[in-house]
Every structure is written in C-alpha cells, then in structure tokens.
C-alpha cells in the first residue's frame, strides 16, 4: 500500500529544498558555458544538499533523503518559474524590514568580567 502522508511530507520538505538549491544554481550558475553541465550540477547540488538537510533537520534516513534530493531537482525549475517575479530580491527584505533588540539582551563581555 502506498504511504500517501509520507509521501506528502516528503514532498513538502521537497519544496522548502528546492526553493533553497535553485537559488543557489541560479547564483553560481555563471561559471557553466554549456547547459548540459549545468542540469548536472544542479542535480548534485540537489541531492547532496537533499542528503545533508534532512540528516540535519529532520529524522529521516539516507535513502528517502535521495528521494527527497531528487523530487527536489524535478520540481526546482517548475518551482522558480512560477514563483519568478513573485518574490522580493534579498536587499528588498532587509531594506523593509528591521529588527529591534532590547538593550537588556545586549550581551557586553566587558561587563561579565
């Protein structure tokens, strides 16, 4: 019987990947002349950051993380193109948004001494 709920989690850790690997090829991809290798490296870059995201973040084990490594890499580009556009650039978010931190949760080292 299939898991459908697993299969559902796995998809969705998927989409938070793919999100982070396709920004990250489209930031590098400068360095590639031919598109060939570029598929390429995006594939390992998707599943080795697959591997190493849900070894770290999540409790799943090394096989399924290749599945999630590689539902990341199908759904990269279909992802970026819908959502091209739609976000704000990274200085847009740290122009817009400040954050405020309470002068009583400063850690000074010259105090503690």
Known sequence: MLKLEYLQKLLVISVALSAITCAFVQKTKIHF???KYLVIYSFVVNMAVGVIFCMTFTNI???ISL???LFSFIGAD???KSLEGKLSSYSDI???STIAIPKENIINSEEDT
């Open 33 to 35: 002349k031919c598109s």
């Open 61 to 63: 084990n090394f096989p």
């Open 67 to 69: 599945w999630v490594g």
């Open 78 to 80: 279909t992802l970026y």
């Open 94 to 96: 740290i122009n817009k």
